[in-house]
T-cell receptor, first 110, second 113 residues
């Protein structure tokens, strides 16, 4: 089976940096994706790591270490609008369905 | 480029009834996946359709069924509704083989009373 574990909640202040960790157990590995979901909204794709290392997209970066079955999402210069749930996800197989973690609810305080 | 759309946005049904949810995929995307998201949880994979055929299924009973049409739009049907079926139902489209980046619709909030 496959499972992804991430913290349930994180709180940070505006302008700060926050890191959301994700550890996974998969029978086969097809990369790690990150999605953002605001309350009442649709999940939106943030980033993908297929290989070890850091991927940077603006204020957001994502890191993967396949040897440690671990990844993280780094959010810099936090803004109030970053308050949302963040999900790590991995493909469930060659078919392409995603297996999601339970999500980390990020609250950004003034 | 048109994004993923779903209808209806909200739906209230009673136990034992049947429901059909609809999804139009993003232009050019040939693969549609359906997910169920309970409150405070991550989306759970129901099934995926590619070229009008089911291409993978999660741990959901047969009363969850679907269709994909030639224009890649899709339906999710749920029979004999149960209280636990109350959830947000999300449709996501992608290109075959590019499943790491899926484009989600806004979802249908189903409440079963």
């Amino acid at each position: 089976g496959q499972s992804l574990e991430q913290p349930s909640e994180v709180t940070a202040v505006e302008g700060a940096i926050v890191q959301i960790n994700c550890t996974y157990q998969t029978s086969g590995f097809y990369g790690l994706s990150w999605y953002q979901q605001h309350d009442g909204g649709a999940p939106t794709f943030l980033s993908y790591n297929g290989l070890d290392g850091l991927e940077e997209t603006g204020r957001f970066s994502s890191f993967l270490s396949r040897s440690d079955s671990y990844g993280y999402l780094l959010l810099q210069e936090l803004q109030m609008k970053d308050s949302a749930s963040y999900f790590c996800a991995s493909k469930g197989g060659s078919q392409g369905n995603l297996i999601f973690g339970k999500g980390t609810k990020l609250s950004v305080k003034p | 480029e048109t994004g993923v759309t779903q209808s209806p946005t909200h739906l209230i049904k009673t136990r034992g009834q049947q429901v059909t949810l609809r999804c139009s995929s993003q232009s050019g995307h040939n693969t549609v996946s359906w997910y169920q998201q309970a409150l405070g949880q991550g989306p759970q994979f129901i099934f995926q359709y590619y070229r009008e055929e089911e291409n993978g299924r999660g741990n959901f009973p047969p009363r969850f069924s679907g269709l994909q049409f030639p224009n890649y739009s899709s339906e999710l049907n749920v029979n004999a509704l149960e209280l636990d079926d109350s959830a947000l139902y999300l449709c996501a489209s992608s290109l075959k083989g590019a499943g790491n980046e899926q484009f989600f619709g806004p979802g249908t909030r189903l409440t079963v009373l």
